[in-house]
């Protein structure tokens, strides 16, 4: 599986962007997807994660209510919605791929990953 993140942008806080993650592979139905963030001297932390089948997702407690993880199998590709964006949401956002199916927060449990797309929340 070859992960391909985009969407990511300068945007004031209090406002919105989505970003996309476009999987290469046959699995792609059968595997979870996760969202991971690294910000600049922080180390990488989960975001939100979804279950092979979308029918579960999980996330960190920091983005709760603001970020929505959704995605489409039959373009191979997870989405992540977010909303009310504040500073501390700027990162380096990075989409990964788990064999596992579910939809968990321990980056270890994931298998491919791709290259980062970066966020900047100004305030």
């Known amino acids: 599986v070859q992960l391909q993140a985009s969407g990511g942008g300068l945007v004031q806080a209090g406002g919105s962007l989505k970003l996309s993650c476009a999987a290469s592979?046959?699995?792609?139905?059968?595997?979870?997807m996760g969202w991971f963030r690294q910000a600049p001297g922080k180390e990488r932390e989960f975001v939100a994660a979804?279950?092979?089948?979308?029918?579960?997702?999980n996330y960190a407690d920091s983005v709760k209510g603001r970020f929505t993880m959704s995605r489409d199998n039959a373009k191979n590709t997870v989405y992540l919605q977010m909303n009310s964006l504040k500073p501390e949401d700027t990162a380096v956002y990075y989409c990964?791929?788990?064999?596992?199916?579910?939809?968990?927060?321990?980056?270890?449990?994931?298998?491919?990953w791709g290259q980062g797309t970066e966020v900047t929340v100004s305030s």
């Open positions: 979804i279950s092979w089948s979308g029918g579960r997702a």
């Open positions: 592979g046959r699995r792609f139905s059968t595997v979870a």
């Open positions: 990964a791929a788990s064999r596992s199916g579910g939809a968990y927060a321990a980056a270890v449990t994931y298998d491919y």
